[in-house]
């Protein structure tokens, strides 16, 4: 298994061209006042490919969903570049390039299934003229979600809830995907249905994604390569490519391939772990 340790890899030998959907170079974000800051980030740089499943895994606190925020627009690095499909971040954002699905799914409980995933279209209209966009019914039936179009999303399940979520996300077909531990509330089995729905809805409509995850299984099952980041401060300590064939399935978890990759990327996290601890 051939490992690319970005620790040693100038940034500017990165790839830089038309096939790079999210590009990060030598970014540093820190918290607190000056003179008391914080850095939470330090000199991050990395590409996900148009197309391309990755995964960032890592200690709690080490920077995650502030790596994710960056990419989303949504908080502005200290130093560095963030580009979508080589727009700056900012432009890309206001162009609704990016879809985020957060941690708990954040629908109106008072909109069926159906209106709370055509509210981005409505409340976004003018930003949206002459732009490719989703159906939402159509969107809501690829995730298996026909049936639940009507009813409210207290009538849901929490993994269908998150799925909905998911649908929203992608409404505006966004270029790339951004999404923050989205299975994380949901217990082993739902969590297992959901990643794997996920996985089939993602083979068919190959965008890029930067998807956060404490789950080993999970960023192995989803992914083309994991970001694995140490903590204090927030940096790459590797990058785990992860040959598994597509399209992927349940049974794949069994494979000695999963398991010695498993073997491998938790054993990377035991390192980082420990440097943190001293
Ligand atoms: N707005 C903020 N103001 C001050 N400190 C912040 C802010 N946002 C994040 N931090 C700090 O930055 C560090 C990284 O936080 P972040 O949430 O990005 O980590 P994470 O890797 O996503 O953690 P977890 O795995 O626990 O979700 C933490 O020490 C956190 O307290």
């Not at 109106?108 to 490719?132: F, M, S």
């Not at 994604?209 to 192995?220: K, Y």
């Not at 994991?226 to 590797?238: K, S």
């Not at 990058?239 to 399935?249: A, G, K």
Request: contains cysteine; aromatic residues 6%.
């Amino acid at each position: 298994m051939l490992m690319q340790d970005v620790s040693s890899q100038p940034a500017s030998s990165l790839p830089k061209d038309d096939d790079v959907g999210v590009m990060v170079r030598n970014v540093s974000k820190g918290f607190g006042p000056e003179g008391a800051k914080i850095t939470v980030l330090d000199d991050v740089s990395f590409d996900i490919k148009k197309g391309e499943f990755v995964s960032v895994i890592g200690p709690s606190g080490c920077g995650k969903s502030t790596l994710l925020k960056l990419v989303a627009g949504l908080s502005k690095a200290d130093a560095g570049q963030v580009e979508i499909n080589g727009s700056p971040v900012k432009a890309a954002a206001e162009a609704k390039s990016i879809g985020l699905v957060p941690q708990s799914p954040a629908l109106l409980p008072w909109r069926t299934v159906l209106d709370n995933v055509r509210l981005p279209l409505l409340i976004n209209k003018g930003a949206n003229k002459g732009r490719d966009l989703r159906d939402p019914e159509a969107l809501l039936r690829s995730f298996g979600l026909g049936n639940a179009m009507h009813k409210f999303p207290g009538q849901l399940s929490g993994g269908m809830q998150q799925r909905v979520a998911i649908a929203r996300a992608f409404v505006f077909d966004p270029a790339v995907m951004l999404m923050d531990e989205p299975f994380s509330a949901l217990d082993e089995m739902n969590r297992d249905q959901q990643r794997m729905g996920l996985l089939e809805f993602w083979q068919s409509n190959r965008k890029s994604v930067m998807f956060v995850t404490h789950s080993v299984p999970e960023a192995i099952m989803l992914s083309d390569r994991i970001i694995l980041m140490a903590a204090h401060p927030g940096r790459i300590a590797e990058i785990i490519p992860v040959d598994l064939p597509r399209p992927r399935q349940e049974a794949a978890y069994a494979t000695d391939a999963f398991r010695d990759l498993e073997g491998y990327v938790r054993n990377s996290l035991k390192k980082v772990m420990r440097e943190a601890h001293g």
